[in-house]
Protein backbone atom coordinates (compact mmCIF):
# COMPACT_ATOMS: atom_id res chain seq x y z
CA UNK A 1 0.00 0.00 0.00
CA UNK A 2 1.21 3.36 -0.69
CA UNK A 3 1.05 6.31 1.73
CA UNK A 4 1.78 9.76 1.26
CA UNK A 5 2.19 12.38 3.94
CA UNK A 6 3.03 16.26 3.36
CA UNK A 7 5.05 18.12 5.58
CA UNK A 8 4.64 21.42 4.37
CA UNK A 9 5.51 20.82 0.24
CA UNK A 10 7.78 17.64 1.27
CA UNK A 11 6.08 14.84 0.00
CA UNK A 12 6.63 11.30 1.65
CA UNK A 13 5.82 7.95 -0.17
CA UNK A 14 6.67 4.57 0.72
CA UNK A 15 6.56 1.27 -1.16
CA UNK A 16 3.62 -1.33 -0.93
CA UNK A 17 6.13 -3.71 0.49
CA UNK A 18 7.52 -0.97 3.22
CA UNK A 19 11.07 -1.68 2.34
CA UNK A 20 11.27 1.75 0.03
CA UNK A 21 11.05 5.29 1.36
CA UNK A 22 11.08 8.52 -1.31
CA UNK A 23 11.51 11.72 -0.20
CA UNK A 24 10.32 14.45 -2.70
CA UNK A 25 11.28 18.09 -2.13
CA UNK A 26 10.68 20.79 -4.50
CA UNK A 27 13.71 23.33 -5.27
CA UNK A 28 14.29 26.93 -6.69
CA UNK A 29 17.58 27.29 -8.69
CA UNK A 30 18.33 30.70 -7.86
CA UNK A 31 21.17 33.32 -8.57
CA UNK A 32 23.21 34.55 -5.34
CA UNK A 33 26.51 36.36 -5.85
CA UNK A 34 26.60 34.81 -9.21
CA UNK A 35 26.22 31.42 -8.69
CA UNK A 36 23.51 28.93 -9.25
CA UNK A 37 22.03 27.56 -5.83
CA UNK A 38 19.37 25.17 -4.46
CA UNK A 39 16.99 26.48 -2.48
CA UNK A 40 14.49 24.10 -0.63
CA UNK A 41 10.97 25.15 1.15
CA UNK A 42 11.61 26.07 4.86
CA UNK A 43 9.43 23.66 5.97
CA UNK A 44 11.63 22.73 9.49
CA UNK A 45 13.23 20.04 8.22
CA UNK A 46 16.17 21.52 5.97
CA UNK A 47 18.98 22.91 8.30
CA UNK A 48 19.17 26.18 8.68
CA UNK A 49 21.42 27.36 5.39
CA UNK A 50 23.90 29.73 5.67
CA UNK A 51 25.31 31.07 2.05
CA UNK A 52 27.91 33.81 2.43
CA UNK A 53 27.32 36.51 -0.25
CA UNK A 54 30.64 37.61 -0.89
CA UNK A 55 29.67 40.50 -3.61
CA UNK A 56 27.04 41.67 -0.85
CA UNK A 57 29.52 41.58 2.28
CA UNK A 58 32.33 43.47 -0.06
CA UNK A 59 29.34 45.97 -0.93
CA UNK A 60 28.32 46.35 2.53
CA UNK A 61 32.20 46.97 3.22
CA UNK A 62 32.84 49.76 0.82
CA UNK A 63 29.75 51.65 2.42
CA UNK A 64 31.07 51.93 5.79
CA UNK A 65 34.54 52.72 4.72
CA UNK A 66 32.98 55.34 2.91
CA UNK A 67 30.89 56.51 5.72
CA UNK A 68 34.05 56.51 7.79
CA UNK A 69 36.08 59.11 5.41
CA UNK A 70 33.55 60.32 5.65
CA UNK A 71 33.11 60.89 9.90
CA UNK A 72 36.90 61.31 10.09
CA UNK A 73 36.67 64.25 7.09
CA UNK A 74 38.89 62.12 4.58
CA UNK A 75 36.43 63.26 1.82
CA UNK A 76 33.42 66.33 2.09
CA UNK A 77 31.32 64.72 -0.18
CA UNK A 78 30.32 61.54 -2.25
CA UNK A 79 31.49 63.00 -5.33
CA UNK A 80 34.69 63.19 -3.99
CA UNK A 81 35.22 59.95 -2.42
CA UNK A 82 34.16 58.47 -6.10
CA UNK A 83 37.52 60.47 -7.90
CA UNK A 84 39.55 59.10 -5.03
CA UNK A 85 38.19 55.26 -5.49
CA UNK A 86 38.32 56.07 -9.46
CA UNK A 87 34.50 54.77 -9.84
CA UNK A 88 31.33 56.67 -10.74
CA UNK A 89 29.72 58.65 -8.45
CA UNK A 90 26.75 57.40 -9.13
CA UNK A 91 27.80 53.27 -7.75
CA UNK A 92 29.16 55.48 -4.52
CA UNK A 93 25.85 56.81 -4.34
CA UNK A 94 24.04 53.77 -4.52
CA UNK A 95 26.27 51.57 -2.28
CA UNK A 96 26.81 54.07 0.11
CA UNK A 97 22.78 53.50 1.26
CA UNK A 98 24.27 50.32 2.83
CA UNK A 99 25.59 52.12 5.88
CA UNK A 100 22.02 52.72 6.83
CA UNK A 101 21.35 49.07 7.09
CA UNK A 102 19.79 47.68 10.84
CA UNK A 103 22.77 46.20 12.97
CA UNK A 104 21.05 43.16 12.78
CA UNK A 105 20.49 42.83 8.63
CA UNK A 106 24.46 43.85 8.41
CA UNK A 107 25.10 40.70 11.24
CA UNK A 108 22.83 38.65 8.92
CA UNK A 109 24.86 39.28 5.95
CA UNK A 110 27.98 39.19 7.46
CA UNK A 111 26.80 35.29 8.91
CA UNK A 112 25.40 34.39 5.96
CA UNK A 113 21.85 33.70 7.34
CA UNK A 114 19.87 36.57 5.15
CA UNK A 115 16.93 35.52 3.53
CA UNK A 116 17.36 33.16 0.69
CA UNK A 117 17.07 35.31 -2.39
CA UNK A 118 18.22 38.50 -1.27
CA UNK A 119 20.92 40.10 -2.74
CA UNK A 120 22.31 43.21 -3.98
CA UNK A 121 20.16 43.90 -6.63
CA UNK A 122 17.74 43.73 -3.99
CA UNK A 123 19.16 46.40 -1.83
CA UNK A 124 19.70 48.69 -5.40
CA UNK A 125 15.45 48.73 -5.29
CA UNK A 126 15.78 51.10 -2.08
CA UNK A 127 16.33 50.97 1.14
CA UNK A 128 13.87 52.35 4.19
CA UNK A 129 15.35 54.53 6.65
CA UNK A 130 13.23 52.78 9.37
CA UNK A 131 15.16 49.44 10.55
CA UNK A 132 11.32 48.06 11.17
CA UNK A 133 11.02 49.08 7.62
CA UNK A 134 14.14 47.46 6.21
CA UNK A 135 13.52 44.41 7.93
CA UNK A 136 10.27 43.98 6.66
CA UNK A 137 11.15 45.01 2.83
CA UNK A 138 13.74 42.23 2.76
CA UNK A 139 12.37 39.51 4.62
CA UNK A 140 14.09 39.58 8.13
CA UNK A 141 12.16 38.98 11.50
CA UNK A 142 11.14 41.39 13.50
CA UNK A 143 13.62 42.41 16.30
Known amino acids: MTTMTQAGQTQYNMSQDGKTLSIFIPVEFKRRGGRKMIVTPDDGLSPLRCYRDEALIQAVARAWKWRKMLDRKEATNLTEIADKEKTAAS ?53
Not at 98 to 120: F, K
Not at 122 to 141: N, S, T, V, Y
Request: aromatic share 12%; charged share 25%.
Open 91 to 143: YVCRIFELSLLAPDIVQAILDGTQPPGLSLREFAKGIPLAWEEQREKFGFRAV
